[in-house]
T-cell receptor, first 115, second 111 residues
Framework: GAVVSQHPSRVICKSGTSVKIECRSL??????MFWYRQFPKQSLMLMAT?????????EQGVEKDKFLINHASLTLSTLTVTSAHPEDSSFYIC???????????FGPGTRLTVL | DAKTTQPPSMDCAEGRAANLPCNHS???????VYWYRQIHSQGPQYIIH???NNETNEMASLIITEDRKSSTLILPHATLRDTAVYYC????????????FGAGTTVTVRA
């Protein structure tokens, strides 16, 4: 149990286009999900907190108009990278909170490459 | 949340126990110690967490010192598949569930 999926696993896009990444909790409901970004040989950096039914909370330095987050249901959060640039190329990872077990479960990540 | 300090890397032999240390000297009474690991190009995997008492599950054991200023994650019989970056994270019991990842320890299990 407690599986989190992400789609797509890899995406390559042209500079200036928008890319949507989905994060789903497959066998549990998650009021809270998180989005992280990880550059090569670095640790995970929290980008934002996604709360079902309310606006996302962004960490300092993360542009909310560039990284649009929608958490429309208890099992789905989406991250849209708008007007992507090569410097947005990174590994994007989501997680979902299983509150009953006080644990956070991570998705497998999405590798974004912007040409 | 309190900061943690981990060695940047360690090697261990396949089949032997791997003991991963973590210092969290500024931990407060209501903060938990969490361990996650990340195998290359994958999302982090939850391993174990604890507050005061030692904990054990099918993956590992967590030993927390009495003063709670440090802890050790024990992988009882390391395999090559345990090669990963291991993160020790201290988290408070606030409702935001946020985790702050440091650099972690890169563990390499050698045959």
């Amino acid at each position: 149990g407690a599986v989190v999926s992400q789609h797509p696993s890899r995406v390559i896009c042209k500079s200036g286009t928008s890319v949507k990444i989905e994060c789903r909790s497959l066998d549990f409901q998650a009021t809270t999900m998180f989005w992280y970004r990880q550059f090569p040989k670095q640790s995970l950096m929290l980008m934002a907190t996604s709360n079902e039914g309310s606006k996302a909370t962004y960490e300092q330095g993360v542009e909310k108009d560039k990284f649009l987050i929608n958490h429309a249901s208890l099992t789905l959060s989406t991250l849209t990278v708008t007007s992507a640039h090569p410097e947005d190329s990174s590994f994007y990872i989501c997680s979902a909170v299983l509150a009953s077990r006080n644990e956070q479960f991570f998705g497998p990540g999405t590798r974004l490459t912007v040409l | 949340d309190a900061k943690t300090t981990q060695p940047p890397s360690m090697d261990c032999a396949e089949g032997r126990a791997a003991n991963l240390p973590c210092n969290h000297s500024t931990i407060s009474g209501n903060e938990y110690v969490y361990w996650y690991r990340q195998i290359h190009s994958q999302g982090p995997q939850y391993i174990i967490h604890g507050l005061k008492n030692n904990e054990t599950n099918e993956m590992a054991s967590l030993i927390i010192t009495e003063d709670r200023k440090s802890s050790t994650l024990i992988l009882p019989h390391a395999t090559l598949r345990d090669t990963a970056v291991y993160y020790c994270i201290v988290r408070g019991v606030r409702n935001d569930y946020k985790l702050s990842f440091g650099a972690g320890t890169t563990v390499t299990v050698r045959a």
